[in-house]
């Protein structure tokens, strides 16, 4: 678990009022900027040794983008050269919980046929979105399929699917920042914080 204000002293960089509604509380830190570089890396050296130069890394958008982007930066500077790919999937819901159905929103990478892909998601919640994913891929007749997500709430977990490769296990709280958002807001923040409603 990450450190809070009361631990640490860690204060969520870059917020502000600016953009709230004044109907929730504003997030507490959880990682500062400088753990989640440390971190990641730390899963780059891992990957790279793992994967090799040639591989597709898969962004699931929206919330992996700025994840994806300091992954393939590291992974670079690694010898790695992924192709890099993008899908969206949506669960319908509300703001903070899932509904169970996940679906594509618009197209799915091609040429993923006899391919190394590396899947990056934002967090590993349900599970729902990682195994809808990796269904996908296989589908696509990839031929290995590993998984990356920044976090992992393990006491979320519903559908039976693991990563291969985790930044940070934490409880069940809602996160933003570091791209990912509550209700398209935070995404801009340095540090990953959470919110609590
Ligand atoms: P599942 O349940 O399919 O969920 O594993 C994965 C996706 O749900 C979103 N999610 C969150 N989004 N803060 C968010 O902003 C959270 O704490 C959170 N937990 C899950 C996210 O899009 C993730 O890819």
Redesign the pocket.
Known sequence: MGRGPADGGLTVTGFSDHGRNGDESPPTALFAAGDISRRIESLAGDIARAMGPEFVLLC?L???FIFTADLARALAARGCRPRIEFAS?K?YGSA?E?SGR?RLVGEFPGNLARQRVLLV????????????ARMMVEDAGAETVATCVL?D?PA?R??PVEADYVGFAIDD????GYG???AEKFRYLPDLA?ISG
């Open positions: 699931v929206n919330g992996a999937f669960s903070t899932s996940v998601d934002d967090i590993l919640d349900t599970g729902r979105t990682l195994l809808t976090l709430k979320r519903e559908a709280v809602f996160v933003v990912i958002d509550y959470h």
